[in-house]
T-cell receptor
Framework: AQKITQTQPGMFVQEKEAVTLDCTYDTSDPSYGLFWYKQPSSGEMIFLIYQGSYDQQNATEGRYSLNFQKARKSANLVISASQLGDSAMYFCAMREESAGGTSYGKLTFGQGTILTVHP | DGGITQSPKYLFRKEGQNVTLSCEQNLNHDAMYWYRQDPGQGLRLIYYSQIVNDFQKGDIAEGYSVSREKKESFPLTVTSAQKNPTAFYLC?????????????FGPGTRLTVT
C-alpha cells in the first residue's frame, strides 16, 4: 500500500522568501509518480508539479521545484519568491505507474500543509 | 473551454435520502475519479473508472455507488447507508498512456446532510 506523510500542519513565510514543504512517502512499487497540488480556499485542486520515480533530474515548473531524494523517500516542494497568492493548502500525492510512466490513475494524498504568506 | 463540471456547488439533504452528485468532462479522458475531503484532511478515493461501463472501488466505497454509461459522465450517488455523508466531494479525470500524469479536478460539491 502507498502512504504519503506531510508532517507540517502549517507553515509561515515572508513574501518574496523561499519555503520548503515536506513530503515523505512509502511504497513497494518500483515505478511511481509524485505530485503536488495547491488548494485555495475556494476548494479547487490546482496541479503544480510532477516527478516520475525514474526521472534523473528534479522537476521544475516556474517558481516550483521538487526536491526528489529517492533513497530517503522524500519529495519536498520548494516555492521560491513567495507571493501572497501562494497562501493555500498544499497536498503531496503519489500514484503507481508502469516503467514507461503509464498511469494506473488513482492518487494517494497526504494530509496537507497550510501555507500562509505574510506581507 | 475544456474542463470538468460538477453541480451543484452546494447541496443540502435530509438524513435518510439518497443524493446524486453529477460530474461531466469534455476533455475526452478515459479515466474518472471521485474523492471525498473532510475538513483539514487530504482527499480519499471513493470510486474510479478507467473505461465506460467499468469501475472499481476505492478506499472508502461503502455507502456510495457510481455508474459510467458514457465517457463524459461519472455520477456519484451518496446512499442513506453512508454514515457520515457531509463532506466536500471532488471529481477528477485523466488521460491514459505515457506521461498522462495530470489529473484534472472539478470545482467540487459541498454536501451537507442534516
Amino acid at each position: 500500500a502507498q502512504k504519503i506523510t506531510q508532517t507540517q500542519p502549517g507553515m509561515f513565510v515572508q513574501e518574496k522568501e523561499a519555503v520548503t514543504l515536506d513530503c515523505t512517502y512509502d511504497t513497494s512499487d518500483p515505478s511511481y509518480g509524485l505530485f503536488w497540488y495547491k488548494q485555495p480556499s475556494s476548494g479547487e485542486m490546482i496541479f503544480l508539479i510532477y516527478q516520475g520515480s525514474y526521472d534523473q533530474q528534479n522537476a521544475t515548473e516556474g517558481r516550483y521545484s521538487l526536491n526528489f531524494q529517492k533513497a530517503r523517500k522524500s519529495a519536498n516542494l520548494v516555492i521560491s519568491a513567495s507571493q501572497l497568492g501562494d497562501s493555500a493548502m498544499y497536498f503531496c500525492a503519489m500514484r503507481e505507474e508502469s516503467a514507461g510512466g503509464t498511469s494506473y490513475g488513482k492518487l494517494t494524498f497526504g494530509q496537507g500543509t497550510i501555507l500562509t504568506v505574510h506581507p | 473551454d475544456g474542463g470538468i463540471t460538477q453541480s451543484p456547488k452546494y447541496l443540502f439533504r435530509k438524513e435518510g435520502q439518497n443524493v446524486t452528485l453529477s460530474c461531466e468532462q469534455n476533455l475526452n479522458h478515459d479515466a474518472m475519479y471521485w474523492y471525498r475531503q473532510d475538513p483539514g484532511q487530504g482527499l480519499r478515493l471513493i470510486y474510479y473508472s478507467q473505461i465506460v461501463n467499468d469501475f472499481q472501488k476505492g478506499d472508502i466505497a461503502e455507502g456510495y455507488s457510481v455508474s459510467r454509461e458514457k465517457k463524459e459522465s461519472f455520477p456519484l450517488t451518496v446512499t442513506s447507508a453512508q454514515k457520515n455523508p457531509t463532506a466536500f466531494y471532488l471529481c477528477a479525470s485523466s488521460g491514459t498512456g505515457s506521461r498522462s500524469y495530470e489529473q484534472y479536478f472539478g470545482p467540487g460539491t459541498r454536501l451537507t446532510v442534516t
